[in-house]
């Protein structure tokens, strides 16, 4: 809990790179939507809002004026959303401005979701850039008042935030987004993942070219790559990073079923076992699906919270429309489903494609699944 008192600068965690506050209801439930579309943001809102589960999704929670956490957040984040009024949010930020080059992106939205803004350092600082994604994510109107915005290519380090995506590594943002602005030959390389991620209304520059492989990427010798996969590069692959960056689009599904009262670490080390047997990174699980008796089932809870992931359940009546490769007629004397972990990742990823069947391990099963895109 952040206590705010005047005259004293308050503790705060940094994680991500941008800070998003709340100090309305409204904006809180907003708040805490955004939070799991756009992963790259530290979520704040005030106490007396508090739900419970603030410290599993790592919200800070606070006491006092919001104005009085302001300075620190100013100073340590790259940018600031602020789901605050915009005559509010000028009067607070007014005496701690420095100059165009130090300060913070800061962005703010309304209480209906419906306006996103750009209001500070928004060339240099980025705002108009993370005002479209974040516009894109809330399905809102983003609104740029600069009088030119040059903005007309890819924000790399904003790359598919708002569809989720996480970038691998922060090393090579920078030299990337370089390449990018100077127009140099930066390959772009898609293996899954939303497709509609340029959002301009004027074509891709010349110079950043859409290659259908990482090996014709490759053999073409890019300045620079952007790679959007699920899939964990091989050592041949990796010569792309050294001036590349991976993007993890949510695109695993992961259907799981486990004995009462098995341990968190026991559901993690099946899928950080299962995933890298697979060669697939685990920023790209999207779900963890289940049948609905286990609903209540607290590692299910725990895992799920604690990266974010949608916890999806599935009546016994759902998973049984499901085309099942192994039925079984134990499972179903028990729960009145013939499966649990393969029809609940074919579910919610619209498939009967399976990336792995059911596999048993310890005191759970799991089958894994990619969503279409």
């Not at 598919?160 to 602005?181: C, I, M």
């Not at 949510?250 to 890298?276: H, W, Y």
Request: hydrophobic share 40%.
């Amino acid at each position: 809990m952040i206590e705010l008192q005047e005259g004293v600068i308050p503790e705060i965690e940094v994680h991500k790179p941008y800070a998003l506050v709340a100090i309305t209801k409204h904006g809180v439930a907003m708040a805490r939507d955004l939070q799991q579309k756009f992963p790259q943001v530290d979520l704040y809102y005030m106490a007396k809002f508090e739900q419970g589960d603030e410290q599993d999704r790592g919200i800070q929670l606070f006491t006092g004026t919001v104005r009085l956490l302001l300075p620190a957040l100013f100073k340590q984040y790259k940018g600031l959303i602020l789901i605050i009024s915009l005559g509010a949010v000028v009067r607070m930020i007014a005496p701690i401005l420095v100059d165009k080059k130090t300060d913070p992106a800061v962005v703010v939205v309304d209480d209906k979701g419906e306006n996103v803004i750009s209001v500070l350092s928004g060339h240099l600082g980025g705002a108009n850039a993370l005002t479209h994604e974040v516009a894109e994510a809330m399905q809102a109107r983003a609104i740029i008042t600069t009088a030119s915005d040059v903005q007309k290519t890819i924000p790399v380090d904003l790359f598919g935030a708002r569809f989720g995506w996480r970038w691998d590594a922060e090393d090579k943002l920078t030299p990337v987004s370089a390449s990018v602005v100077n127009e140099e030959h930066v390959a772009i390389i898609q293996e899954t993942g939303e497709k509609n991620w340029w959002m301009h209304d004027t074509p891709m520059p010349p110079s950043i070219v859409v290659y259908p492989s990482i090996q014709q990427a490759i053999e073409v010798q890019p300045q620079a790559a952007l790679i959007i996969t699920d899939r964990l590069l091989t050592e041949s692959e990796s010569v792309l990073l050294e001036n590349g960056v991976v993007y993890r689009p949510k695109s695993i599904v992961l259907g799981m079923g486990c004995n009462r009262g098995t341990s968190l670490e026991e559901i993690e080390a099946v899928i950080d076992e299962t995933l890298q047997e697979l060669q697939l990174s685990k920023k790209s699980v999207k779900a963890l699906c289940t049948i609905s008796i286990k609903q209540d089932e607290v590692c299910f809870q725990q895992i799920t919270n604690k990266y974010g992931w949608e916890f999806i359940t599935y009546t016994p009546e759902q998973l049984n429309e499901m085309p099942l490769p192994n039925p079984s007629e134990t499972v179903f004397k028990f729960t009145g489903a013939y499966g649990v972990s393969e029809p609940a990742a074919m579910r919610y990823a619209k498939t009967t494609d399976l990336l792995l069947p059911k596999k048993k391990s310890g005191n759970a099963t799991i089958s894994v699944a990619r969503l279409t895109f």
